[in-house]
């Protein structure tokens, strides 16, 4: 089982956005954490994610369905701007039925990566 170092939740016009923190220092850890979110939360809409690695050095930003550059991207940025490595921030969306549109997303999902990182 996958441990993270930390979860949040923010409720963004009755969506439910679900962030993880897990420190990790390869793809493999990534995949696996990933395949375990999928079981967890297999009515989620989205689970977008991030990550940073240090050596060798590599970043991947996933959208998983959101319009493009309205998830992972924003994520990565607050990895970015926080000097994160070695890390990847997970946020899982259910959808509450009101669409939040490419700025709202963006904000929703830059809000959880950045409470999530504290």
């Known amino acids: 089982m996958v441990q993270f170092a930390k979860q949040v939740e923010v409720i963004e016009k009755k969506s439910r956005f ?22 967890l939360h297999k009515k ?37 701007k926080k000097k994160q490595s070695d890390v990847c921030v997970f946020v899982v969306r259910y959808f509450g039925g009101i669409k939040l549109g490419a700025g709202g997303l963006v904000r929703a999902y830059t809000k959880v ?4 990182l504290g």
Not at 18 to 39: D, I, M, Q
Not at 113 to 116: F, M
């Open 44 to 80: 989620a809409a989205h689970i977008c994610y991030a990550y940073s690695l240090k050596s060798p050095f590599l970043e991947k930003a996933v959208d998983d369905g959101e319009p493009g550059g309205t998830a992972g991207r924003p994520i990565l940025s607050v990895l970015q």
């Open 18 to 39: 679900l962030g993880y923190l897990l420190p990790c220092t390869s793809v493999k850890e990534v995949t696996s954490a990933l395949a375990e979110l999928k079981k």
């Open 113 to 116: 990566a950045s409470e999530v």
